[in-house]
């Protein structure tokens, strides 16, 4: 900006940005069914500080490609990285690259789970032999994997004296229950040690630094260091909805198959599932969350200790949400809101408005476009999602969207799935898409499967009204609904570039 005051030109500096996004944390453990149970002060005093959106929904599941999504702001059909492993095609635009563009450094705590472009690489190339790896336009800082080779964590944990088993060993608890404690103490955790990694290279960067931090908790395997794990009693944790028939429609029947609680942990494959079972499981992934809560206030301390904190566009979300034995499923690959329903909250320098709750529907694939203009950058005409920087100045954007959608593919190129073999399914019919609009959902199969049809307004999702007449009508327009956003919403890289005989043209 120019300062005429001064006859001078003063840059204005960078604000700093930090980015986090925690694994599988459902978006009623912040604010709602069970937040009552579960104690995360430091995202609540957050949230009290910023703009919340209650009404906010991964476009995608599971960790690859919900990353991919909220990266790339596209929604799951249009980059085409549907699955763990599928690559991204390589000259997809995201956050990092386009930051990096305009003179930022982002840089990753973590991890990303970006599979990589095998046109541009040797066979041979390290980064195509694992899921788990890094977008471009990152600078990784701390190298962080669940299931891949050696991560920064495991080399510190040995460097401690630890003796690490391979995965998933290392998520085994020491004792005869899944509640027993982690083989490492809670200051040596996954979620302390990036933590500490985080505080120490952000406080060796200057003003205008750029940090995405991804916690892997409490993504499963569930197993809490003490005094986490036996932080909640399991007599306390609310019940999970159950349906009047537990086999109410085949995808799910096949996912109650698909996804046993034992999945969930390390070392007890012949876990009862029961009541008894999923309330411990449940304290488990509260006691994650609660440090993860703990580790966040740390970092938000650090930026008021420091004077950054009024400095810094600070992001706050999940890439997707868990089951937990909800419907008697665990996980996230379902069409359920709370594999989808994930929580957002944003804290822009000199923001209009604090503490203010949004209940318009928001996607993940709104995240990237809200960072790129608050750092005043514009996205890319590839990526569909919008800014809501309006919203976090105090204002209702004109004609925004009424309805959220969720891709998810539940198909695998290689060993067919268990959907695949139960219901008859070629790879390309393995999906399904999910509209919402108000307290509505309806669930479109590719193939092989009926629709669905819910109303959520009680709290469950687990009767299908597709053939009741009364409905219909309802059917039909999300029907519509769902047909009319695939058509508005396709592949936008090129949608506003024309080539004439005056050369390129583009439309702001």
């Known amino acids: 900006m120019i300062d005429s005051s001064l006859g001078n030109a003063v840059s204005k500096p960078k604000p700093n940005t930090l980015f986090i996004v925690i694994d599988q944390l459902r978006a009623d453990c912040v604010f709602g069914a069970l937040a009552a149970h579960l104690d995360l002060p430091n995202m609540r005093a957050l949230a009290d500080d910023a703009v919340s959106f209650s009404n906010h929904y991964s476009v995608t599941s599971p960790c690859g490609p919900s990353r991919v999504s909220l990266l790339t702001a596209q929604y799951a059909s249009n980059h085409g990285a549907t699955r763990n492993g599928t690559p991204l095609k390589r000259d997809t635009p995201n956050l990092a690259t386009v930051a990096r563009q305009h003179g930022f450094d982002p840089l990753l705590f973590g991890y990303t789970d970006t599979s990589h472009d095998p046109r541009f690489l040797p066979p041979d190339d390290p980064r195509l032999f694992s899921y788990e790896e890094l977008a471009p336009g990152f600078e990784e800082v701390v190298r962080m994997r669940l299931e891949g080779d050696s991560s920064a964590w495991e080399d510190h944990l040995r460097a401690q004296g630890y003796d690490v088993p391979p995965y998933p060993d290392m998520y085994r608890p020491v004792g005869d229950t899944p509640d027993s404690p982690a ?51 399991a007599a306390d944790m609310p019940n999970a909805h159950e349906a009047d028939d537990p086999d109410w429609h085949p995808y799910v029947a096949t996912a109650r198959r698909k996804s046993k609680v ?34 966040i206030g740390r970092l938000i301390g650090w930026l008021k200790e420091t004077g950054q904190y009024d400095d810094t566009l600070i992001v706050l979300t999940a890439d ?132 669905i049809l819910l109303d959520v307004s009680s709290g469950i999702e687990g009767r299908n009204l597709v053939k009741n007449s009364a409905h219909m009508q309802t059917m039909l327009d999300l029907m519509q609904d769902m047909l009319c956003h695939r058509m508005v919403n396709g592949d936008g890289t090129f949608s506003r570039t024309l080539i004439t005989d005056s050369g390129v043209k583009v439309a702001s």
């Open 183 to 233: 083989l490492y103490a809670a200051e040596h955790s996954d979620t302390a040690y990036l933590t500490d990694r985080v505080i120490e290279e952000l406080a060796q960067r200057p003003q205008g630094w750029f940090g995405l931090v991804t916690y892997i908790r409490p993504h499963p395997p569930f197993v809490a260091p003490a005094p986490y794990n036996t932080m909640y009693d």
């Open 262 to 295: 034992s999945s969930t942990v390390v070392g007890f494959p012949d876990l009862e599932d029961s009541d008894v079972t999923t309330r411990m499981i449940r304290k488990l992934y509260f006691g994650l969350a609660t440090e993860v809560d703990h580790h």
């Open 320 to 451: 997707h949400g868990e089951m937990l034995g909800d419907y008697g499923l665990w996980g996230k690959m379902t069409f359920h809101d709370a594999a989808f329903h994930v929580p957002l909250i944003i804290r822009a320098p000199n923001a209009g408005v604090r503490g203010v709750t949004i209940s318009q529907p928001t996607e993940s694939i709104d995240v990237t476009p809200t960072i790129l203009d608050c750092l005043g950058l514009d996205a890319p005409h590839s990526m569909d999602g919008k800014s809501l920087m309006p919203f976090v100045d105090g204002k209702t954007p004109k004609d925004w969207r009424e309805v959220s959608l969720s891709e998810l593919d539940f198909g695998d190129p290689i060993k067919p799935t268990l959907w695949q073999t139960d219901h008859e399914l070629t790879i390309d019919a393995a999906n399904l898409a999910v509209l919402r609009r108000g307290s509505m959902r309806f669930v479109q199969f590719a193939g092989g499967l009926p629709p």
